[in-house]
């Protein structure tokens, strides 16, 4: 069983940067692919960011792909976010998600609560 908190989200102007930070417990943080997602007001939850379980690949939706940067600390258990150049059509709830899959597939096991982002035109 893994736990996942986010935090890290909050109002910024558009054009802004945050990064989200999302805590894991357990001892098995790094075995786990994680991965975003975000889902919008009357919207589906899609898919944002993914890094393998060893850190060495990465793979960024179309949409965030230049602003975004996924990255995991193995020490901390946390993966993290970091966002640049914030569009207000990026405001949503973002979730983390872990999973043993391998990342590209983008099918989690386990979720977060999510953490609010507003980006404000």
């Known amino acids: 069983q893994v736990q996942l908190v986010e935090s890290g989200g909050g109002l910024v102007q558009a054009g802004g940067s945050l990064r989200l930070s999302c805590a894991a417990s357990g001892r098995t943080f790094s075995t786990y692919a994680m991965g975003w997602f975000r889902q919008a007001p009357g919207k589906e939850r899609e898919f944002v960011a993914a890094?393998?379980?060893?850190?060495?690949?990465?793979g960024y939706a179309d949409s965030v792909k230049g602003r975004v940067t996924i990255s995991r600390d193995y020490g901390k258990n946390t993966v993290y976010l970091r966002m640049n150049n914030l569009p207000p059509e990026d405001t949503a709830v973002y979730y983390c998600?872990?999973?043993?899959?391998?990342?590209?597939?983008?099918?989690?096991?386990?979720w977060g609560q999510g953490t609010q982002v507003t980006v404000s035109s």
């Open positions: 998600a872990a999973g043993s899959r391998p990342y590209y597939t983008r099918e989690y096991d386990y």
């Open positions: 890094i393998s379980w060893s850190g060495g690949s990465t």
